[in-house]
C-alpha cells in the first residue's frame, strides 16, 4: 500500500498517474492520503476514490511505501508524527525541496529512504523527475517507486550532491519558462496582436519547439537553422545577447539552487 503525507497538487498528480497507469497497477484501495485540510480530503475522495485521514502516522503504519508530499518548512514535524512508525522494511520517499537524505536518515528508522524531485508538468503527466537513493536499494525494492514517478512522466536516477541543481534548473524552471512566455505574449500584444493570438502563437512556438529538440537537434542547432544572417531572428537575438540572457538566466538558476541549499541546511 502507498501512502502520502500532504494532499496538495504534487501528491494529487502523482495519484492520478498511478490510478490511470498500467505499469504502476495501484487501484484507488492501495492509496491513502494524510491531508489537514476537510475540504480537501474530500475533494480526493470524491475524484479518486481514494481513502484520506488526518493522522500523519495512520500512513506510515499501513503503507510500505511512504511518500512525504510536503513543504520543507513543515518536513520536520511531519518526521516526528511518523517517526514512531517508520520501521526498517519501509521506504520513504520525499519530494521536499531541499531536505536531504542524511537529515532523513537522521529522524527515521530506516535506511530504505529516496529523494525525488518532480516538476510541475507532472499534471499533464509529463514530468521530469530526478531519483536519489542510497545503495541499500535492490531493484526489486526500487521500481516500485520508479514506476510511480513513470506514470507522471520521465525518470533519471542522479547522485545527491546533484539535487540542489535539479532544484533549480527542472524544479523551478517551469516558473522561469512561463515567465518567458508571459513576455513573448506581452511582447506580442504590444506589436498589435490581440492577447488570444499572442497566447496561441507564444504556446505553439514553444510546444514546436520543445519537440524538434526532443528529436535530440541541439538547442544550438535548432536556433541556426531558424537564424539568418541579417534577418528578423539575428536582430531579436542581438538584443537578448547585448542584454546578457545567458548571464541573467544563470544568475537566476544559481539563486534557486541557493535557497534549495539553505532549506536543506537542517543537520
Not at 38 to 53: C, F, M
Not at 59 to 68: G, K, P, R, T
Not at 257 to 263: F, S
Request: aromatic content about 4%; charged content about 25%; glycine content about 8%.
Amino acid at each position: 500500500m502507498t501512502g502520502f503525507i500532504g494532499g496538495g497538487n504534487m501528491a494529487e498528480a502523482i495519484i492520478k498517474g498511478m490510478i490511470q497507469s498500467v505499469k504502476a497497477s495501484k487501484g484507488q484501495s492501495e492509496i491513502i492520503v494524510s491531508e489537514p485540510r476537510k475540504d480537501r480530503r474530500e475533494y480526493l475522495e470524491q475524484t479518486y476514490g481514494v481513502k484520506t485521514t488526518q493522522d500523519n502516522k495512520e500512513v506510515a503504519s499501513s503503507c510500505n511505501i511512504i511518500i512525504l508530499a510536503v513543504k520543507p518548512q513543515v518536513i520536520e514535524q511531519v518526521l516526528e508524527d511518523i517517526d514512531s512508525a517508520v520501521t526498517n522494511d519501509k521506504t520513504v520517499v520525499s519530494i521536499a525541496a531541499g531536505i536531504t537524505l542524511s537529515y532523513l536518515q537522521s529522524k527515521l528508522n530506516t535506511k530504505k529512504l529516496i529523494r525525488v524531485m518532480p516538476n510541475t508538468p507532472a499534471l499533464v503527466h509529463e514530468a521530469m523527475s530526478v531519483m536519489s537513493l542510497c545503495e541499500c536499494f535492490s531493484d526489486k525494492d526500487i521500481n516500485p517507486v520508479r514506476e510511480i514517478f513513470m506514470s507522471i512522466g520521465k525518470v533519471l536516477t542522479l547522485p545527491e550532491k546533484y539535487m540542489n541543481a535539479v532544484t533549480a534548473l527542472s524544479g523551478s524552471g517551469p516558473a522561469f519558462i512561463a515567465l518567458f512566455i508571459e513576455a513573448m505574449i506581452e511582447g506580442g500584444v504590444k506589436s498589435g496582436l490581440s492577447k488570444e493570438n499572442a497566447s496561441e502563437l507564444a504556446i505553439q512556438t514553444l510546444l514546436g519547439t520543445a519537440s524538434l529538440l526532443e528529436t535530440w537537434m541541439p538547442p544550438e542547432r535548432l536556433r541556426e537553422i531558424v537564424t539568418s544572417p541579417g534577418g528578423t531572428t539575428a536582430a531579436g537575438l542581438k538584443v537578448f545577447e547585448d542584454k546578457g540572457l545567458k548571464g541573467l538566466v544563470a544568475d537566476a538558476l544559481q539563486a534557486a539552487k541557493k535557497r534549495a541549499e539553505e532549506l536543506g541546511r537542517r543537520e
